[in-house]
């Protein structure tokens, strides 16, 4: 015997909630959150990877102010159709934007970014004098 508990359930609390869990940038077609980043280290810099995918270089603003490195975009999309008994119009914006405090070591003025396939990759390299050197255990015979 199965026992099926039996529940009201409201559409428009239905349509809302999925709304509000899918984000509403998947209602629009488009999610606009907070991008993932990466960050790397290798003896001689750090590498920061951005994950932004659908976008254009010139979408992005880089900054850096105090030892604060700040990745922002805003993007705007309006389309416009207009047939024979119809006008459709959708907008869209949204932004974002990240701060990385960097450490002393990164030399600040060989920072480099480039845009591909949907990731945005800046390298920071290090500073000559805090390079990480390679270790080695000498042993003792």
């Known amino acids: 015997m199965t026992l099926v508990k039996w529940q009201h359930r409201n559409p428009l609390t239905d349509m809302v909630s999925n709304i509000f869990d899918n984000d509403l940038g998947d209602f629009f077609g ?11 280290e290798s003896n001689d810099a750090f590498h ?3 994950a932004a995918p659908g976008m254009e270089k010139n979408d992005f603003k880089i900054n850096l102010e105090n030892n604060i490195l700040t990745i922002s975009s805003a993007v705007e999309d309006e389309k416009r159709e207009e ?10 914006y949204g932004s974002f934007s990240r701060s990385f405090t960097l450490p002393k070591t990164v030399d600040l003025d ?5 845009y591909e396939n949907g990731i945005l990759k800046i390298n920071l390299p290090k500073k000559d ?11 003792i015979s």
């Not at 488009?30 to 790397?40: E, G, L, Q, T």
């Not at 060989?110 to 480039?114: E, L, N, P, S, T």
């Not at 004098?129 to 042993?139: F, L, V, Y």
């Open 83 to 92: 047939g024979k008994n119809y006008t459709r119009k959708e907008f869209y």
């Open 30 to 40: 488009k999610r606009f959150s907070d991008p993932a980043a990466n960050i790397m």
């Open 48 to 50: 920061l990877e951005i």
């Open 129 to 139: 004098e805090a390079r990480i050197e390679q270790k080695k255990e000498i042993k």
């Open 110 to 114: 060989q920072i480099k970014a480039d």
